[in-house]
């Protein structure tokens, strides 16, 4: 542990690189010679443009995004993309496919019934408490869009390889998953997330939305609720979340520049996983609530024989220095969420305290 910092598990607001705090610490007071701190130039100043324009390239460069898309930063989190989505691209007489896969897909669902529009659960997991990623799903063809949760940040399930909708636009919430690994793009009409999960501080929602989307955005919805709006005047229309997109800029330059771009990360992501996986499947003492072939390398949720004897484990994890391994009020147990910043050796040191947990309680 370096600074007083402990093993940050926590699910969001989470971990971030401690190389990005520290530039935000030095840089607070005085942000690139302007004499003021990055909260208070102005917005449309040639500081703050320069901030937002480098997270945006970065953005594209990580991703491999091709010209057809854009990168907006709208604040509301991810929970607000759950009605801007169907506001947007939902018109009279369509229907939009969505697969549930928990908590945050429940949420994106009720959002569309809400505005009265159609909606159609082609897919669950809520059968065996939402502990497994759906498969060979048949989507219905005249489908507006097909909704999905990348990664699903409580029950602790990801999926591994994203569904052929045959050309129906995806639309994925990838809040708890963004920047950790490796995907092809081009089959998204809209990718959203919130950053405080993986990318950045609360108060920022990164959206990245194809060119042919914005095309049927219609004309009466609100301004605010409209991503043209958003990509008309590249998220400058009224101020932004200067200080939260300033973070998420240099976490993606932490993410390029110190690990060495997203191959690697998605590298050391799964070497976490296969710890900490390997050391539950190893014990007979904790259980993987997830099944193996939807498990998350994000959210890693496990069990104990007891409820008393997980609080026993909490408590104690607390006391040696391992912070937010509580699993979600909702459905209980413990669960170590592993974002990018939470790194191997963190991992590591966590995987030795199971261990040494499970000597002294097995
Ligand atoms: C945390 C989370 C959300 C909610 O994000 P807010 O920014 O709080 O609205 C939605 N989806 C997923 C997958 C999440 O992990």
């Keep these: 542990m370096k600074n007083n910092r402990i093993y940050n598990f926590n699910p969001g607001p989470a971990a971030l690189p401690l190389p990005v705090l520290e530039e935000i610490r030095d840089s607070f007071l005085n942000f690139a010679g302007s004499g003021m701190s990055v909260t208070e130039i102005s917005h449309r ?112 399930t990801q999926w591994a390889s994203f569904p052929d909708t045959k050309g129906i636009p995806l639309i994925a919430d990838m809040s708890s998953d963004m920047m950790s690994r490796r995907f092809d793009a081009s089959p998204f009409g809209l990718i959203y997330a919130g950053a405080q999960k993986n990318i950045g501080p609360a108060g920022v929602c990164m959206v990245i939305v194809r060119d042919d989307m914005l095309k049927q955005v219609p004309d009466n919805i609100p301004t605010m609720l409209k991503y043209t709006t958003f990509s008309e005047k590249n998220s400058l229309y009224n101020t932004p979340p200067c200080f939260a997109i300033y973070t998420v800029q240099l976490v993606l330059k932490w993410l390029e520049e110190t690990v060495g771009g997203l191959d690697k990360m998605e590298e050391i992501n799964r070497k976490k996983g296969e710890l900490i996986y390997a050391c539950i499947d190893g014990s007979g003492f904790y259980r993987g609530t997830a099944a193996p072939d939807s498990r998350s390398l994000m959210n890693v949720t496990f069990r104990m024989s007891d409820e008393d004897l997980e609080k026993k484990f909490i408590k104690e994890a607390t006391e040696n220095g391992f912070g937010g391994l509580k699993g979600h009020r909702s459905v209980g147990g413990c669960r170590a969420s592993i974002y990018n910043a939470s790194g191997i050796e963190a991992v590591k040191a966590l995987v030795d305290f199971m261990k040494t947990f499970e000597k002294k309680n097995g």
């Design 45 to 156: 100043s040639k500081w703050f443009e320069d901030v937002l324009n480098d997270a945006i390239v970065r953005t594209r460069r990580i991703l491999k995004l091709d010209e057809r898309f854009h990168v907006l930063f709208i604040q509301g989190g991810a929970s607000l993309q759950f009605c801007m989505i169907p506001m947007n691209f939902l018109g009279q007489g369509q229907s939009a496919d969505y697969v549930n896969t928990g908590t945050w897909s429940t949420k994106a669902i009720k959002e569309v019934k809400i505005q009265g529009k159609s909606v159609k659960t082609v897919a669950s997991s809520e059968d065996k408490e939402f502990s497994y990623i759906p498969k060979n799903i048949a989507f219905n063809s005249d489908a507006a869009y097909v909704h999905i949760t990348s990664n699903n940040t409580v029950r602790g």
